[in-house]
């Protein structure tokens, strides 16, 4: 995936730009996680007043002479670099985009501390809106998990400690699942091994990891890679032992096909997939590599029958990102099992937790519970009395709804909200790379022409989705899509 980081912004583009932009334009350009703040005839606000926006102090009588609407279109897998080498966006006829970035614009960093992440690591699609919707720079979960792991607090965590507890009076059994590797989006495969140390140190009889190859974060044959650190990490501490292994596209689905959940649940609950002895774990994830079957995809490796969750056992999800989590721990911690219609029966008395709050509505303990960001952006007009228009296409509406109003499931006073269905005839995007870029940009439309709403955002899934697929040709269709 070469052009994955070269990450731009996009707008409507031939489905409705000529609608929308003014004669004068500022355009803001995140680099890491998209992001584009149009300011013209529509948009009389740019980036550099949102944290004054949040003072108490700044009040809308101060803009009462100006006609005060805003449009903020969010693009995902957009944005700017030097590098021609695999940068679909570079390739690319985007006569839209290149007529926009003839006038003003400036580049912002989206990856790293200024975002809240850990210095190096690349921004992300939940972070760019968290940041965006906040107006202020959110430390991310995984920098609070980072000091934790580097001040051994695992060990001292109260829900890992009763995790423990739970496992050595109850089947003795506990497992971890998770997605391995380092990509830093969803999970770090660090966060994996300080688990495992601390129920050593906590002496939990057995520990069974559960392992979600990546793919799309990182190279889409690196898992094998991992999968060899993590078997040298359990040889070397003498402890743990390998469940199951089975692609994130199986496994962490966010888009309700469940047909894929399924596959996962019953390899992890049933045992059911590809057997494999440990020792020749790696061997088999190459030569489903040799089959063009990659990360991502991988179909179950199931290691023994005893690593399958059975009754009375506790289970941890390691993952620090919610959206993709939540599927599966429906499946295994609630009763959605039953519209998987598996004949696995379905194990009795178990306990899930998560390493943070993937939903509020889940009755599952959490690791690091959640830090509550308030007054940001959407939450500061619905008290302005301002209305506001939200809108997405489904892989993105969590992005433009959960994420951009601070990481909380609460809907505002005059927030109104549209989920425009992303395309489902197709198993992956880079079959379609326009996905319904189209539906999105008519909604916006309808909306700014209607003039209801002071303020309105979107955001474009294209270039991010189909870039995730490592697709050279149709990301470069999903950026002429778009832009």
């Not at 020792?279 to 179909?299: C, G, H, I, N, W």
């Not at 079959?431 to 002071?454: D, F, T, Y």
Request: glycine letters at 8%.
């Amino acid at each position: 995936m070469d052009f994955c980081p070269y990450w731009q912004d996009m707008g409507l583009a031939r489905y409705g730009f000529g609608k929308i932009w003014g004669s004068q334009n500022n355009y803001y350009f995140l680099e890491g996680e998209p992001t584009n703040l149009m300011k013209g005839k529509f948009v009389r606000l740019a980036l550099s007043v949102f944290p004054t926006m949040y003072n108490k102090k700044f009040k809308m009588d101060k803009y009462q002479n100006v006609q005060q609407k805003v449009c903020l279109v969010v693009i995902d897998g957009w944005g700017l670099s030097d590098e021609q080498h695999g940068n679909a966006i570079a390739k690319a006829k985007t006569p839209i985009m290149d007529k926009l970035c003839s006038g003003n614009w400036q580049k912002l960093e989206a990856h790293g501390l200024h975002v809240g992440l850990p210095e190096g690591l690349m921004g992300n699609s939940e972070v760019g809106h968290l940041n965006i919707g906040a107006g202020r720079v959110i430390y991310q979960d995984i920098v609070r998990i980072n000091l934790a792991v580097q001040r051994n607090e695992f060990v001292t965590n109260p829900q890992i400690v009763a995790s423990a507890e739970r496992a050595k009076k109850g089947s003795g059994r506990l497992h971890l699942l998770g997605l391995v590797s380092d990509g830093g989006v969803h999970s770090h495969i660090d966060h994996l091994f300080a688990l495992i140390r601390a129920f050593k140190q906590l002496q939990v009889p057995k520990v069974f990891i559960h392992f979600f190859a990546d793919g799309r974060d990182t190279s889409p044959t690196s898992g094998a890679g991992y999968l060899e650190q993590l078997l040298q990490f359990i040889a070397s501490e003498k402890y743990g032992e390998l469940a199951t292994i089975t692609g994130r596209y199986y496994a962490m689905d966010r888009d309700k096909r469940w047909e894929r959940i399924k596959m996962a649940y019953e390899a992890i609950i049933g045992g059911i997939g590809q057997k494999a002895t440990v020792d020749r774990a790696v061997d088999v994830v190459r030569e489903r590599y040799a089959q063009s079957e990659t990360d991502e995809f991988l179909k179950p490796i199931v290691f023994s029958d005893d690593g399958r969750v059975k009754d009375d056992d506790t289970l941890i999800f390691f993952n620090y990102r919610a959206d993709r989590m939540r599927q599966i721990c429906e499946c295994l911690g609630l009763e959605r099992y039953k519209d998987l219609n598996s004949s696995v029966p379905h194990p009795k008395n178990i306990q899930i937790s998560g390493m943070t709050q993937y939903n509020k509505e889940f009755p599952f303990p959490s690791l690091f519970p959640p830090v509550t960001h308030t007054n940001v952006l959407a939450e500061w007009l619905a008290s302005q009395g301002v209305t506001q228009f939200h809108c997405a296409e489904t892989e993105k509406y969590p992005h433009v709804t959960f994420f951009f109003n601070g990481g909380r499931e609460v809907q505002f006073q005059d927030e109104e909200r549209c989920m425009v269905p992303s395309p489902k005839e197709v198993a992956t995007y880079d079959l379609k790379p326009e996905m319904n870029a189209a539906g999105v940009a008519e909604k916006m439309v309808e909306q700014i022409e209607s003039g209801r709403h002071p303020f309105v955002m979107c955001n474009f899934a294209p270039p991010d989705m189909v870039g995730h697929t490592g697709k050279f040709e149709p990301a470069v269709k999903a950026c002429e899509a778009t832009g």
